[in-house]
């Protein structure tokens, strides 16, 4: 079943509409309503690249932003509040410039920012009051000039209409909309900032996308709360995310097909690495990949994260090299995450087809242990010991399973 054809289900219906079509077609973000041409209203996706891609339903942000909210007042009812009332304020990501230079980077809106709200620009803030989950969102007042060098200026109707929110303001109207919504809440509401640990890159987010200074310093705010309310929400996916999930996924796997059938010595790693990126675009619409890709030949399959702009997906593929290629495309801002191993003429060495065999017995077992109330430490071990025991089975170690495990032999 093609690409194409497992998502076409799911494309809008054709509109004549110049309005409406002009936002799709120049980045795959529709209003919320559309017409067919005939004088009937038909509703449009959310996000959409184009014929063929995704159509992401404006529910899918929606129910992020109820989830959040009616999470963020069992968190306050558990604390000891009894009007769990309160604001949620998120700053999004930032524009940034390439050093000192004019070339603007291509943006990636922040993770949990866009979770709630599903916004593609840059310098944006959002607001959620709890428990009703009201949301509002707060855009840079954009000189004329903007027009001229970045295109047409949307107005704060057509962006309330295209976002799905009760309300657009101005950024620079962020402190007198926090202080009218507060003025709605019970006296012992607070403002609900960021603050809190990424645990793989071991950094801040109230480091790098601070608030302080643009909240009003008169109002009661908490730091402490927020933060881990949103990541355990976003932990569990809903519906709409996994249907997503599934689509980037779906390309991602379409697009590693491709590259292993193109793949053969004499190749340079950075040629698979456009086919992959390639595919994913032209087919899937992801304009951007999840992570740098790992295209890596031979011994550089050792190195965790090859691919780093000092070894950049360059060395040529050899016959009889095993080729470890981990590459995943992002849509909407969701990601895919795939390994793939094999050898680059096609053909496994007896000692290739081993250690090829003991992961993907690993794997399966995995799994199959898979399940409700599994721990992921459990899996880990599982995995661990599943490989070890097949290489004992073919040769390759010698001694206890259970001694090796307490040595991380197989970490």
């Given at each position: 079943?093609?690409?194409?054809?497992?998502?076409?289900?799911?494309?809008?219906?054709?509109?004549?509409?110049?309005?409406?079509?002009?936002?799709?077609?120049?980045?795959?973000?529709?209003?919320?309503?559309?017409?067919?041409?005939?004088?009937?209203?038909?509703?449009?996706?959310?996000?959409?690249?184009?014929?063929?891609?995704?159509?992401?339903?404006?529910?899918?942000?929606?129910?992020?932003?109820?989830?959040?909210?009616?999470?963020?007042?069992?968190?306050?009812?558990?604390?000891?509040?009894?009007?769990?009332?309160?604001?949620?304020?998120?700053?999004?990501?930032?524009?940034?410039?390439?050093?000192?230079?004019?070339h603007e980077e291509l943006f990636r809106q922040e993770s949990y920012f866009h979770y709630l709200f599903g916004v593609k620009e840059p310098d944006w803030w959002g607001m959620v009051e709890v428990p009703s989950g009201r949301s509002t969102l707060f855009i840079p007042?954009?000189?004329?000039?903007?027009?001229?060098?970045?295109?047409?200026?949307?107005?704060?109707?057509?962006?309330?209409s295209r976002y799905c929110v009760d309300a657009v303001h101005f950024t620079d109207e962020l402190g007198a909309e926090i202080k009218s919504a507060l003025g709605r809440c019970a006296k012992t509401a607070k403002v609900h900032v960021m603050k809190g640990v990424n645990s793989d890159s071991g950094t801040d987010l109230s480091a790098v996308l601070g608030v302080e200074?643009?909240?009003?310093?008169?109002?009661?705010?908490?730091?402490?709360?927020?933060?881990?309310?949103?990541?355990?929400?976003?932990?569990?996916?809903?519906?709409?995310?996994?249907?997503?999930?599934?689509?980037?996924?779906?390309?991602?796997?379409n697009a590693h097909v491709a590259t292993m059938r193109q793949a053969a010595p004499g190749q340079k790693e950075y040629q698979m690495e456009a086919t992959f990126l390639y595919h994913c675009y032209f087919s899937g619409g992801c304009r951007v990949a999840a992570y740098t890709s790992i295209c890596a030949c031979g011994p550089n399959s050792a190195v965790l994260h090859y691919g780093h702009a000092g070894a950049p997906n360059d060395a040529a593929v050899r016959k009889g090299d095993m080729l470890l290629l981990d590459m995943g495309a992002e849509y909407h801002c969701y990601c895919s995450d795939i390994t793939c191993s094999f050898p680059a003429d096609g053909v496994f060495t007896p000692e290739q087809k081993l250690v090829f065999e003991a992961v993907a017995t690993a794997q399966r077992a995995v799994i199959s242990a898979m399940g409700v109330g599994v721990s992921w430490s459990d899996m880990h071990v599982l995995m661990n010991r599943t490989i070890l025991e097949e290489l004992k089975r073919g040769g390759v170690l010698v001694g206890d399973v259970d001694a090796m495990l307490v040595a991380d032999l197989g970490a």
């Open positions: 079943q093609s690409m194409q054809a497992r998502s076409k289900r799911r494309r809008p219906p054709s509109t004549d509409n110049d309005g409406d079509q002009r936002e799709t077609r120049g980045g795959g973000t529709a209003l919320a309503l559309g017409s067919n041409g005939g004088g009937d209203v038909l509703p449009q996706p959310f996000f959409m690249r184009g014929d063929g891609t995704f159509a992401v339903d404006a529910a899918l942000h929606r129910e992020a932003r109820r989830k959040a909210a009616n999470a963020l007042a069992a968190k306050l009812r558990t604390n000891g509040n009894i009007v769990p009332e309160g604001l949620i304020v998120l700053r999004g990501g930032v524009s940034r410039n390439r050093d000192d230079t004019d007042r954009l000189p004329a000039e903007y027009a001229v060098w970045m295109g047409h200026i949307a107005s704060a109707e057509s962006l309330r200074s643009n909240l009003p310093k008169d109002v009661p705010r908490d730091d402490a709360t927020v933060y881990e309310v949103l990541a355990e929400c976003r932990v569990i996916k809903s519906k709409s995310e996994l249907e997503l999930m599934r689509y980037v996924s779906w390309v991602s796997s």
